[in-house]
Structures are given as C-alpha cells and as structure tokens.
C-alpha cells in the first residue's frame, strides 16, 4: 500500500503535513524516512492496534480521530492522532518496541 495520510487526498500535501507533524514531535528526517502503517503491540497486558486512517482503542481516549502516522524512532513508536500528539492535543502514544508483535510499513 502506498504512503497516505487520511483525509489528505494530494500526495504532495500529505507528504508535507507528514514532515511537520515530525518536526513538531522533533523526529528527524532519517526517523521519519520509514513509514509505518500497521503495528500491533501489547500495553499493560493488553493487545493494542494502531493503524492509519483507524481509530486507537478507546483505551487511549482519542475518540473518532483516525491515527495520522506512527513514527519508528530509536525504542519506540510514537503514535499521532488529531488529539494524541497532533496539533494542539494532548501527548502522542508511545509504544515501546520491546513490546511490539508486528510492523507493517508504506511502500517504499
């Protein structure tokens, strides 16, 4: 599947607002070079699943917002929505990658 980010139809838009939601999370170019569509992984005993363009478990409290990207960094994944570490929301979702089960990524 090719890179897209949801409600963002123009690829140069999306691609833009990709980059400014990671400078905003201050996640460098060459962090941001891997694009992550799909990760499953367990929190506090619990299997979770974020995926772009879907919802977070209610769990996260992050309602209807779709996830709009999830970033591979060092040991983590941070996990955007528009009120989970989007512009003026609340902090990202974190996903230590100790506790990753499976990552699927955009095609190159």
Same mark, same amino acid.
């Given at each position: 599947?090719?890179?897209?980010?949801?409600?963002?139809?123009d690829?140069?838009?999306?691609?833009?607002f990709?980059q400014?939601?990671?400078?905003?999370?201050?996640?460098t170019?060459?962090?941001?070079?891997?694009?992550?569509?799909?990760?499953?992984?367990?929190h506090?005993?619990?299997?979770?699943?974020?995926e772009?363009?879907?919802?977070?478990?209610?769990?996260?409290?992050s309602?209807d917002?779709?996830?709009?990207?999830?970033?591979e960094?060092?040991?983590?994944?941070?996990?955007?929505t528009?009120?989970?570490? #989007?512009p003026?929301?609340?902090?990202?979702?974190f996903? #230590?990658k100790s506790?990753?089960?499976?990552v699927?990524?955009?095609q190159?």
């Amino acid at each position: 599947m090719k890179f897209f980010m949801p409600g963002i139809t123009d690829s140069e838009e999306a691609e833009f607002f990709y980059q400014e939601l990671a400078e905003n999370r201050r996640i460098t170019p060459e962090e941001s070079q891997h694009r992550v569509r799909k990760l499953r992984w367990v929190h506090n005993g619990m299997k979770m699943l974020a995926e772009i363009g879907k919802p977070l478990d209610p769990y996260f409290e992050s309602g209807d917002d779709p996830a709009l990207a999830i970033f591979e960094v060092d040991n983590c994944y941070i996990i955007c929505t528009n009120s989970r570490g #989007g512009p003026g929301g609340e902090p990202a979702v974190f996903a #230590g990658k100790s506790h990753a089960k499976s990552v699927k990524y955009f095609q190159a």
